[in-house]
């Protein structure tokens, strides 16, 4: 709030503000300024033309015609062509600049308009008797006042008024014959009282001020909190509110033209990685140099918003076809693929997009993001860091998924579940050692579902738990009647391992099972550990202090593998068929295996190789020194029954001094068709 002093009245406009902002404030404030007194000003010059002419007629018989007529014709005549241009210009529209510059007129005007009516009650003050002249300085002090009461919003112009009223008045003190002591008083009241008028001036015009200033902070901070609410405070870009509203908008004002856009989420892929290796002032940098990079390529073609996390939104306004928009897109994702230079680290991410283009796929915001993030999600689990189109497939694996989520809350999960067995073998001695237990469910309204599609459904609807413990009881079950040298390895999703109250749960039902849990195997997901690394690790060591065993599954395959290594109490590894796919004739895949289990061994951690499903596979496998495996070529997943039949044939097979050959000759021959592996 700016400070005042006496000498602030004699400024003639604001003093020079240093920034944009208070510019436009002091141009907020003359605007105000300005519209209060050009509401007054008709009435200023009404009052002016009414008191004038009363006086006038009053001096008709006493004084000249040229002073009585002539001169209060000219005056009216200055005050009706200023009443002209008030009502030419009232509806003008008003900018600073011109608000100055007719505010720089009105204090140049205020000199000579007040001067020339003053001296014409001056002329008239020798003319006529007592009693004329006491309405001369009547005429003089109303007339005065209530200009200086219009004029109080220009403090300039009532300034000028003000004195030049006073200085009349001295004149007519001066002027005043001997033996009229009672105009004289009157005059010296009036001075008094149009001095006090200035003062009360002063104090109202900086209580004026002080209210303008107090409504443009709270302008400003109005302006404050709308972009705290709009804009992401990191990023700068629109925020997840805003980019609704603008999505909404969009869609209506497209709708009746039926004009097509694209909305774009795009979710970048490794920057939790990066978070955790470099901490969280690194990866705020990285959102921001990613924000910086999308907004150049977008430029007029798209807008930007940030949604969160590591995810933003992209609505494309160009009109481009399907093939340009998948163009667009896949530049986009080549241009987050170059690598940043942050905090002396050279880091590297990409990204994966899902696109969804209205109305061709939607008829409405809700269901084009729906379809956006779905293609997203369908993108990154098929084919990470690429861009995915929403299409009439996709629409039918939201109504399929749609089916299967409902069937899932409507399910029986007891019944309707079981529990299938996949033997991991010890190559040295070619023995079942451990069985994975697999999922399987017969749903009755839907018949037979793949794991493959039910679980991701599960683990979406926040169902997951709930099957989890009613496959972990059926697997306790199971595992309890195998021989005590048999260990049971059971798959645990990232929404089990994340929450503590599943975790407990898990940890009695072992208790309450009888089967000792060192004989437990738990395997996690290597995507699984990227949830919340810090909750997997206590999970992990609880489950570990009672003796279960913890498998880092399908490793290789993510972001972290290593640091998951040294965080998590870890008692195996299980390296990804995608590694084991062709490894007699990939010598690549032969490297990157070796240095595994070179890995494994020099952690004192058990290696299993997952996927084996040929014997020449097995063959090189065995060359390099692999312990323990798994896969279609040993047997296929098997229901408990059948697990039984295995271990009896093994059992009999030994006690014979059989060497295993081939599956037919030391499993047995499965005869089930599946149509899902795993």
């Known amino acids: 709030m700016p400070r005042y002093s006496p000498f602030m009245l004699f400024r003639t406009q604001p003093k020079a503000l240093p920034t944009a902002a208070e510019n436009e404030e002091s141009g907020f404030q003359l605007m105000v300024q300005y519209q209060a007194f050009n509401k007054q000003l ?28 002539y001169i209060p014709l000219l005056l009216s005549l200055v005050c009706l062509s200023r009443l002209g241009f008030w009502f030419k210009t009232r509806h003008q529209a008003l900018t600073p600049a011109l608000v100055q510059r007719r505010m720089r007129q009105t204090n140049l005007l205020a000199a000579p308009v007040t ?52 200085l009349s008045f001295v004149i007519l003190i001066f002027t005043s014959e001997q033996g009229q002591s009672s105009v004289l008083l009157i005059t010296i009241n009036i001075v008094i009282v149009l001095s006090g008028m200035m003062l009360m001036l002063y104090f109202y015009y900086r209580d004026f001020v002080q209210l303008i ?31 609704f509203h603008d999505l909404e908008r969009h869609c209506a004002d497209n709708s009746s033209q039926q004009q097509r856009f694209a909305l ?51 609505i494309i ?53 729906e379809f956006a993030d779905y293609a997203l999600y369908h993108g990154k689990r098929n ?43 010890a190559l040295s001695s070619e023995r079942t050692v451990a069985f994975e237990a697999l999922a399987r469910w017969h749903s009755s309204e839907l018949g037979i579902v793949s794991p493959a599609v039910f679980i991701p459904i599960a683990e979406q609807a926040g169902l997951i738990s709930d099957i989890t413990l009613a496959l972990l009881a059926k697997a306790l079950q199971v595992a309890r009647s195998w021989p005590e040298d048999i260990r049971l390895a059971f798959n645990l999703s990232a929404h089990d391992i994340s929450t503590r109250r599943v975790v407990e749960r898990i940890m009695l039902m072992l208790q309450q099972s009888g089967v000792d849990p060192q004989r437990v195997e738990f395997e996690i997901t ?30 290789g395959t993510g972001f972290s593998s290593f640091r998951q290594l ?49 014997a020449d596979e097995l063959q090189c496998i065995q060359s390099m020194g692999a312990e323990l495996a798994q896969g279609y070529y040993f047997s296929q997943p098997v229901p408990e029954v059948m697990s039984h039949s295995l271990l009896a044939k093994q059992a009999d097979a030994s006690s014979s001094e059989n060497t295993i050959q081939t599956p037919e000759n030391h499993l047995g021959t499965v005869d089930i068709t599946f149509k899902q592996r795993g």
């Not at 008239?124 to 009461?149: E, K, P, Q, V, W």
């Not at 530049?331 to 997009?353: C, D, E, F, W």
């Not at 399929?400 to 529990?419: G, H, W």
Request: contains cysteine; proline residues 3%.
């Open 383 to 425: 084919t990470r860091c690429d861009v995915t189109l929403f299409s009439s497939d996709h629409r039918k694996l939201i109504v399929r998924d749609a089916n299967i989520e409902q069937a899932l809350r409507r399910a029986v999960l007891e019944q309707e579940l079981s529990v299938f067995f996949q033997p991991i073998i």
């Open 42 to 69: 008709p009435l200023m010059y009404c009052i002016l033309l009414c008191n004038t002419w009363i006086l006038s007629c009053n001096h008709l018989e006493s004084a000249p015609h040229w002073l009585t007529l």
């Open 526 to 555: 290597e995507t699984a550990g990227l949830q919340d690394l810090a909750q997997i690790k206590w999970c992990s060591e609880q489950l570990r202090q009672m003796g279960c065993g913890i498998t880092l599954d399908d490793f």
């Open 264 to 314: 774009g989420i795009l979710d970048l892929d490794g920057f939790k990685p990066v978070n955790d290796l470099y901490g969280h002032g690194t990866g705020d940098k990285l959102l921001y140099a990613v924000s910086r990079r999308l907004e150049n390529i977008c430029a007029e073609q798209a807008s930007v918003a940030r949604m969160g996390g590591d995810e933003f939104a992209i």
């Open 566 to 614: 040294h965080e998590l109490p870890l008692t195996k590894i299980k390296i990804d068929r995608c590694f084991i796919r062709d490894i007699h004739s990939n010598p690549l895949s032969r490297k990157i295996v070796q240095s595994l289990m070179t890995l494994s061994c020099d952690m004192q951690i058990q290696c299993v190789l997952e996927g084996v499903e040929n």
């Open 213 to 243: 200033q107090s409504h443009i902070q709270a302008e400003t901070l109005s302006r404050e909190n709308f972009a705290l609410a709009n804009l992401d405070s990191l990023t700068q870009l629109p925020n997840r509110r805003k980019f």
């Open 115 to 166: 001067l020339a009516f003053a001296g014409w009650a001056i002329m008239l003050f020798n003319y006529g008797d007592t009693s004329t002249r006491y309405h001369i300085a009547g005429y003089l002090a109303l007339t005065m006042l209530c200009s200086l009461l219009c004029l109080m919003h220009i403090r300039v112009a009532a300034i000028i008024v003000t004195v030049i009223a006073n």
């Open 317 to 369: 306004t160009a009109n481009m076809d399907e093939a340009a928009l998948m163009d667009f897109c896949t530049q986009i994702g080549k241009t987050l693929r170059n690598p940043y230079a942050i905090n002396n680290h050279m880091v590297h991410i990409s990204a994966s997009i899902g696109l969804a283009i209205y109305p061709d796929m939607a008829q409405n915001a809700h269901d084009l993001y």
